[in-house]
């Protein structure tokens, strides 16, 4: 392939990226997340309401990694609050699993932005070191990547296995107890999915600019070696 056409191919990949390690950046400090609602199940009982009544002791939120916020109704009116993961709620949420996910997300931009101006290295450099050519883009597209999914894996095991929304609506609740109805995930979640495409899609680009991916060419190598074996 011209050596232009590769110039075009990797900057695409590093513009790419960089857009990526913004978008999560934004998406980490935005409350966009989640988006839930739950039913106050005890005022619900007390008053036997069903059907359109309902709507009297639905609450709302939204949340993302450090705060969020939501009203809660319990058939007295609207109950607006507002909460931070650090310090308010750390002994009502599974905090190793919530600072893995910070963790995780953290690593994934910096890896992105190091991904970026690997790109434009081989875009306009002249690599000479295995991590400065096709094999460090490969490598680092697959971290980035396996980063973006364990965030999502992670936070998602935190909203539904450990029922993240309902013990925030009922923290520090002693009187209501709050069950939870539906949840969403929102903007900031599918940013970081669209950053993990990206990185698979990267991984592409560069197959695309003429380099075998790192699994092939070991193949090919020791298809070599066997065959310089047999004839010796």
């Known amino acids: 392939m011209p050596s232009q056409q590769k110039k075009v191919i990797f900057c695409s990949a590093g513009a790419l990226s960089f857009a990526c390690a913004l ?38 939120m939204q949340y993302g990694l450090f705060y969020g916020e939501g009203v809660r109704q319990c058939g007295l009116g609207d109950r607006p609050f507002r909460f931070s993961f650090f310090p308010d709620l750390l002994k009502a949420i599974p905090v190793s699993i919530h600072v893995n996910v910070i963790l995780f997300a953290t690593i994934l931009v910096l890896l992105t932005m190091v991904g970026t101006a690997f790109f434009m290295y081989n875009a306009f450099g002249k690599p000479f070191e295995t991590l400065h050519g096709p094999l460090g883009l490969y490598l ?66 560069i197959r695309l600019a003429g380099f075998q991916f790192p699994f092939a060419n070991f193949k090919d190598t020791e298809t070599t070696n066997v065959a310089a074996d047999l004839m010796y």
């Open 140 to 205: 680092l597209s697959f971290i980035s990547g396996s980063c973006g999914c364990l965030v999502m894996v992670l936070f998602a095991s935190e909203v539904k296995i450990h029922h993240l929304s309902e013990r925030i609506a009922n923290y520090k609740e002693g009187t209501y107890v709050y069950k939870t109805q539906s949840e969403n995930y929102t903007t900031s979640f599918w940013v970081v999915f669209i950053c993990f495409f990206v990185h698979f899609l990267n991984g592409l680009l």
């Open 23 to 60: 978008s999560v950046v934004t998406a980490l400090g935005t409350p966009l997340w989640i988006k839930a609602t739950f039913l106050c199940k005890t005022g619900a009982l007390l008053v036997n309401a069903s059907g359109q009544e309902l709507d009297k002791f639905m609450g709302e």
